[in-house]
């Protein structure tokens, strides 16, 4: 058995739309503690540091950002992803971390019950565009390929559903997807009843999609019209 754990720290930087970057610790296993289910204790998870001047978030001469570990995911059996938030060096959170924002007022409202659902779209790309499209010119318009079958009207089906799959096994509840409007696009929803626990939930199953693309060589693009 292995004596090492992975710790994959994830945050958001500093660009006005985040982006997701990581950075992976190993540490002894005897250095972690571990609940019931094997995975770590986030409590017993160091601190870490990285270069904010390469992510928007610090100037070069000052450029130490910490993070701090906030939630655990188990990626595989002595893997994890450790979503941080982002603190300056002098121990205040960094402007750009508005989960410290929101963890402060969910606790205002922390006796109230609440159900959060997202819809989270998303275009499979190769080569910057659209799976599914043709090198020059553009499919067939819009109509066959919501909730389409077939090689002509759903592309990139494999990698949807292993992202479904794993999702489920770290314990986030996505409750369903399905292919969009245009080729090459999908959509996933994803739930959860605890405020932060559903925009963490969020933000590692994009982690997560973005992880399993590089398998396949396919890049992932949020925004709802990639191309004219």
């Given at each position: 058995k292995m004596n090492k754990v992975l710790l994959e720290y994830?945050?958001?930087?500093?660009?006005?739309?985040?982006?997701?970057?990581?950075?992976?610790?190993?540490?002894?296993?005897?250095?972690?503690?571990?609940?019931?289910?094997?995975?770590?204790?986030?409590?017993?998870?160091?601190?870490?540091?990285?270069?904010?001047?390469?992510?928007?978030?610090?100037?070069?001469?000052?450029?130490?950002?910490?993070?701090?570990?906030?939630?655990?995911?188990?990626?595989?059996?002595?893997?994890?992803?450790?979503?941080?938030?982002?603190?300056?060096?002098?121990?205040t959170p960094h402007f750009s971390n508005l989960r410290s924002k929101l963890r402060n007022e969910s606790q205002k409202f922390s006796s109230e019950e609440f159900w959060w659902g997202f819809e989270q779209e998303y275009f499979l790309t190769s080569g910057w565009r659209p799976l599914g499209f043709p090198d020059n010119g553009y499919p067939p318009p819009q109509g066959l390929y919501y909730c389409g079958v077939g090689s002509n009207q759903a592309a990139g089906r494999k990698l949807v559903e292993m992202h479904l799959r794993k999702c489920l096994s770290m314990g986030i509840e996505l409750t369903g997807t399905n292919a969009e409007v245009a080729l090459g696009q999908w959509e996933y929803q994803c739930f959860a009843k605890d405020t932060l626990k559903a925009c963490d939930d969020l933000w590692i199953s994009r982690y997560v999609l973005y992880r399993m693309s590089e398998d396949f060589g396919w890049g992932i693009d949020l925004n709802p019209k990639p191309i004219q």
């Open positions: 994830v945050w958001l930087d500093g660009y006005k739309t985040p982006n997701l970057r990581s950075k992976t610790k190993v540490v002894d296993c005897t250095d972690v503690s571990f609940d019931t289910s094997g995975t770590p204790d986030v409590r017993s998870l160091p601190d870490w540091n990285f270069d904010g001047s390469s992510t928007e978030q610090a100037p070069g001469h000052d450029s130490e950002m910490v993070l701090k570990p906030c939630r655990v995911y188990r990626w595989d059996d002595n893997h994890f992803f450790v979503l941080s938030e982002v603190y300056n060096n002098v121990g």
